[in-house]
């Protein structure tokens, strides 16, 4: 049985399947939509950021209808329409402001990915695959930072990783928790098995003592 704290990794599966469709979404056109100008690209990085906003909220209703939390999530999904909308407000600014906030977003996700790997669970592919996109993003942070002219395409690269990540951790989350299911079936039926075979010995101790 997988061991997962009841937190944010805990989300459900398909949330994290749709971000990681998202993300490769908008990576590969960041990466390869070579005839798109500078404005564009940055339009598409806060068009991007605003789609992980609203699917956060999303998870935060269904965090809060399950009872398991939404504090985390609403944080999330605030903390990406604040970035989106610093990009989209400012697409007449200079280059530099663009580049401080990708970089600087990334970044910061990177790092929050290594601190949620490592306290969030304790299941090893889980662990792995926070800290191995954590770690992405915390070098891509400073990639970004130097990179100058193509720091958006950069950022593409980035959001494909994140992406792939998403979808490889959705897909073993539901296999997780198909075997947290199993396994709660599993003690269920042999804590009934028990019961009743206490309460045969019970009833055969009764008739004993009766004679």
């Given at each position: 049985m997988a061991h997962i704290n009841r937190?944010?990794?805990?989300?459900?599966?398909?949330?994290?399947?749709?971000k990681g469709l998202v993300a490769?979404?908008?990576g590969a056109f960041a990466i390869f939509d070579m005839k798109r100008d500078f404005a564009s690209l940055v339009t598409t990085a806060g068009i991007f950021l605003l789609s992980l906003s609203i699917i956060e909220f999303i998870n935060a209703l269904y965090r809060a209808r399950s009872k398991t939390g939404w504090g985390v999530?609403?944080?999330?999904?605030?903390?990406?329409a604040v970035v989106a909308l610093a990009l989209l407000f400012t697409i007449s600014q200079s280059t530099i402001w663009h580049l401080y906030i990708i970089s600087g977003y990334t970044f910061i996700r990177g790092f929050a990915e290594i601190i949620a790997g490592f306290r969030a669970t304790v299941?090893?592919?889980?662990?792995?695959t926070w800290v191995f996109s954590g770690i992405c993003g915390a070098i891509m942070g400073i990639v970004i930072l130097n990179?100058?002219?193509?720091?958006?395409?950069?950022?593409g690269v980035y959001l494909l990783i994140i992406g792939i990540c998403a979808l490889f951790y959705g897909v073993h989350n539901r296999a997780q928790?198909?075997?947290?299911?199993?396994a709660r079936q599993e003690t269920a039926a042999l804590a009934a098995k028990t019961r009743r075979k206490n309460a045969s010995k019970s009833r055969r101790s009764v008739k004993k003592s009766k004679k």
């Open positions: 937190k944010y990794i805990d989300s459900h599966w398909l949330i994290f399947v749709i490769i979404g908008f999530s609403v944080s999330l999904a605030v903390a990406d299941d090893p592919t889980d662990r792995f990179s100058r002219e193509y720091f958006v395409r950069f950022f928790k198909q075997e947290d299911r199993i």
